[in-house]
């Protein structure tokens, strides 16, 4: 369970976040700047909010007063708005980048096949399109199996075959791993075809949308 209530200023507002999350798959929307990404950043552990707390499955991310917990302690897995992937490290070293010692290789071969990457393997990133970059990302934001799942815009790069696919793979995956997941969208036909839960944000404040 996800347990968020904090509060962080930004340029022009502040960002005022209440909300409760279990292993359902939630979908952000709202204005360009209105406060997604800052939110994803803040249970990354990448900014810290003002006040308030973060905790998962009864670990504190942040509390008010407290040091945070580091990000690499997190278990999260995010996948950002410009994937971030290394120049200069292939698609498998990228993958392989964040996966602690000792995680289950198999794994990880099996995404690779699911999200159709394996030809890319030995490619670096300026040798891929940017709907593959994605799919990349998105491998590795799973490659170290997260107890929560951060998306900024996955599917934005993608052509409607690629975006159906990862969708369907995505929804399985939640289904096997039964995490919280939280993307970030622009369409709102993928928050209604994905998510349980949709929430807006505009200028900090988060509102819920009923679904169905
Ligand atoms: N660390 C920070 N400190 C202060 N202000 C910030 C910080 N990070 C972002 N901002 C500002 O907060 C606002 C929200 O930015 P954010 O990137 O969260 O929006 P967004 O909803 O993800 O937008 P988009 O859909 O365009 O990606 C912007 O005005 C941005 O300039």
Redesign the pocket.
Do not use: A
């Given at each position: 369970m996800l347990l968020v209530d904090f509060q962080k200023?930004?340029?022009?507002f502040s960002l005022k976040m209440v909300f409760e999350l279990d292993r359902e798959i939630l979908a952000l929307v709202?204005s360009?700047?209105?406060?997604?990404?800052?939110?994803l950043n803040c249970l990354a552990g990448i900014?810290h909010p003002d006040a308030g707390q973060i905790s998962l499955n009864g670990t504190d991310f942040f509390k008010s007063g407290q040091k945070p917990l580091k990000i690499q302690k997190r278990k999260v897995g995010y996948l950002f708005?410009d994937y971030a992937l290394f120049p200069h490290l292939t698609v498998e070293q990228n993958i392989l980048y964040a996966v602690p010692r000792g995680t289950d290789i198999l794994h990880i071969t099996e995404l690779t096949k699911i999200l159709g990457i394996t030809s890319l393997l030995a490619k670096y990133p300026h040798q891929i399109s940017g709907g593959e970059k994605q799919r990349v990302a998105l491998t590795r934001s799973l490659a170290a199996q997260p107890d929560i799942l951060l998306l900024d815009e996955p599917f934005s790069a993608l052509d409607d075959a690629n975006r159906d696919h990862c969708q369907e793979e995505l929804l399985r995956i939640h289904q096997q791993w039964q995490i919280p997941m939280i993307f970030?969208t622009h369409r709102i036909a993928d928050a209604e075809k994905l998510a349980d839960r949709i929430m807006r944000?505009e200028k900090g404040q988060m509102t819920e949308k009923t679904v169905g």
């Open positions: 200023q930004l340029d022009h709202g360009s700047g209105s406060g997604k990404t800052t939110l900014v708005q970030v944000i």
